[in-house]
């Protein structure tokens, strides 16, 4: 077994070593002051240096907000698109089913007109607040449409 002998204290790295030291306790010193002068200067909540810092949490907690609505807005056109297939179809079969039984069928459905009206106000109200008077875009794209719009406008 071999045993090595390595010079404890080498001149180059005590050299090195009393450097960062020095620089470390400088560094030290200079925020200190800098710290002592922006409380003096400025009240607590208007720390040039805390608002920075404040300003890119907010930054990144806005960015995940953005990408949590994206994902709520697609669950919930998703949601939508479902619910309106499920009512559009289940009127078909009841009107199939009246129609087989003989019985015969309101030729006007006051709860589906009442239905199709608020979708269609929706979207006119959607499409008029993101510009999009052409009607352009799809139904499956209202909540993107407001979404985008709102965020936008903010």
């Known amino acids: 077994m071999g045993h090595h002998n390595y010079p404890q204290n080498h001149q180059a790295i005590d050299g090195l070593m009393s450097l ?21 200067i400025y009240p607590e909540n208007a720390n040039p240096m805390k608002l920075v810092s404040r ?9 995940t907000l953005k990408d949590q609505c994206q994902e709520l807005l697609a669950a919930k056109q998703d949601l939508i698109d479902k619910a309106q297939t499920t009512l559009v179809g289940n009127r078909t079969l009841v009107r199939r089913m009246q129609a087989s039984l003989g019985v015969p069928g309101e030729s006007e459905d006051p709860a589906f007109d009442s239905f199709k009206q608020i979708i269609n106000e929706w979207t ?29 406008s903010n």
């Open 55 to 63: 300003v890119k949490k907010l930054q990144e907690d806005l960015s």
């Open 124 to 152: 006119v109200q959607v499409r008029s607040r993101t510009g999009d008077e052409k009607h352009e875009s799809d139904s499956e794209d209202i909540n993107k449409l407001l979404f985008s719009s709102i965020v936008e």
């Open 20 to 40: 960062l030291t020095k620089s470390n306790h400088e560094l030290a010193t200079i925020h200190y002051q800098l710290e002592k002068e922006f409380q003096k």
